[in-house]
């Protein structure tokens, strides 16, 4: 069953604003200003304004008397569209193959099939909001049945994320307010004059009265959202996407069918490709169906490639999960990320290559949900901080671990905290407890000092950590440390943490 995400960015104007001027400091209140005439007022406001008591509609006057540290910029209407495309375009390339702009704040994207390669609809949710407060947008996400309802939960909800149950539409929006509708200013104000304030106090007139009064869009509005009527979602593509087609005048169902013109699809990508220069990161196959849904497949692989026969298996392990229903009118296959890629010579069949490709078995791993990737060294002496994750196929680094110390070959996630019963300030302990069993230490080996990392935080100018390697009486070894160096408050808590575990 489709589901549907919105991404709601309230604070974009201002959020724009901060992204294009990143000295303007966090704490720094501001205000946008439109014009109509010689009118002014506030049209968009962030969390410092509207903690001041600035809201939009505010005369600007009044809103630069009540707060007097407030920055006022002009509106950019044209600005605030053309950034917001831009996060469209680069959630196309993260999240889901069908996505598109929704009004002026916010973001609307298909996920069926999509949400298991990111470990499920909450922590697909909870990524996407990550995701875009590290780059300093303001964010809300909701998933729903359809379009409207997902559209309408997430801008009266201020929860950071909300998930609406399958097939509970009707219970999450039948108290929501009726401008949630995205009906037009003007039917808004004449259905509140009319009594109307909730969608489910309006889903429960007469539609007759309603149409004649007000036409069939109160009612396409009601059957979008409750799922009686079809929404599709037009997908935003930028000018540089590669994007080729092939429309039926029958339409086609059967699964050889398909197939066959995906294959040919692939080879017309595959000539676009060679004559820029590309390889394929990520392509889309979009379906199109008579019903005027779509359905959406999205293969990706760990190097750039334009291999024919490759892509096409890529795809024919996945295209059983396409539902022609009454048919398809029309496929599509979009080059979503592309990289420069050269031509290769291969060697003369007359010499044996002695070469291990794993990167096929990446690509079909990932393909069907899998995470795959590697680990790689940071030049950090912090040992939290010390790997990062990486692309399975990605390019070796230069750096590497270089300790005279010896490593757990497990690291915990983040330190786990432990009591433990040692001699300050330099001594091992001679027991702890961790996760509620005691253990005796009958060997030890340390201090290994590590020092914070100042330039990184103020809080790291004096932090130390003590490390020790000990063995309890079962012969298990441990790798546990002390906040502090035993003796100055200052450098760390003095408390006790597990952090690694020896093979």
């Avoid at 996760?435 to 290994?448: L, S, W």
Wanted: glycine share 8%.
């Amino acid at each position: 069953m489709p589901r549907v995400v919105s991404i709601f960015l309230p604070n974009l104007p201002t959020d724009r604003i901060r992204r294009a001027d990143p000295s303007i400091p966090a704490e720094q209140a501001i205000a946008v200003i439109a014009r109509s005439g010689s009118k002014r007022w506030v049209s968009a406001v962030d969390t410092a304004a509207r903690k001041a008591g600035v809201h939009v509609g505010m005369p600007a006057a009044k809103a630069q008397a009540l707060f007097r540290g407030l920055v006022l910029v002009d509106a950019d209407a044209v600005e605030d569209a053309a950034a917001l495309e831009r996060i469209t375009l680069w959630a196309l390339t993260q999240y889901s193959p069908i996505v598109a702009v929704d009004g002026q704040d916010g973001i609307v994207m298909d996920t069926e099939g999509a949400d298991h390669l990111q470990g499920g609809e909450h922590m697909m949710l909870t990524g996407i909001a990550n995701r875009f407060r590290t780059k300093g947008l303001s964010v809300r996400v909701a998933i729903a049945d359809t379009w409207g309802a997902s559209h309408a939960c997430v801008r009266a909800s201020r929860r950071e994320t909300l998930i609406v149950p399958f097939k509970e539409t009707a219970r999450s929006v039948e108290a929501l307010p009726i401008h949630l509708l995205r009906l037009p200013d003007t039917v808004v104000v004449d259905l509140r004059t009319l009594g109307f304030r909730t969608i489910g106090e309006l889903s429960a007139t007469p539609r007759a009265p309603l149409t004649l009064r007000f036409g069939p869009e109160i009612g396409r509005r009601l059957d979008q959202m409750y799922g009686r009527l079809a929404e599709p979602i037009d997908p935003v593509r930028g000018p540089e996407l590669i994007e080729v087609s092939r429309s039926f005048a029958e339409p086609i169902g059967a699964a050889e069918t398909i197939n066959k013109y995906v294959g040919r699809l692939i080879v017309s990508l595959i000539t676009e490709l060679q004559r820029k220069g590309l390889g394929v990161r990520r392509v889309d196959l979009i379906v199109e169906k008579v019903d005027g849904t779509r359905q959406a497949i999205r293969a990706g692989t760990a190097k750039p490639a334009r291999d024919a026969a490759w892509l096409t298996k890529l795809f024919r392990d996945r295209t059983e999960k396409i539902e022609p229903g009454f048919g398809i009118e029309k496929l599509s296959l979009v080059a979503i990320m592309t990289e420069p890629l050269k031509e290769e010579q291969r060697s003369s069949s007359l010499v044996e290559e002695d070469t291990t490709d794993i990167t096929p078995l990446i690509d079909i791993f990932g393909n069907r949900g899998q995470r795959v990737y590697r680990l790689a060294p940071i030049a950090s002496d912090v040992p939290e901080r010390s790997v990062q994750r990486v692309g399975a196929a990605a390019e070796e680094t230069n750096e590497t671990w270089v300790y005279h110390w010896p490593r757990p070959v497990r690291l915990l996630h983040r330190p786990d905290p432990i009591e433990a019963i040692a001699l300050l300030p330099d001594r091992p302990p001679v027991s702890i407890t961790w996760r509620g069993r005691r253990r005796k230490i009958v060997r030890a080996d340390g201090p290994e000092r590590v020092f914070g990392e100042w330039w990184k935080r103020d809080s790291e100018l004096e932090a130390v950590r003590d490390y020790f390697v000990v063995e309890d009486e079962s012969g298990q070894r441990l790798w546990v440390f002390r906040s502090g160096d035993g003796v100055d408050p200052e450098t760390g808590s003095h408390r006790w943490y597990m952090h690694g575990i020896f093979a």
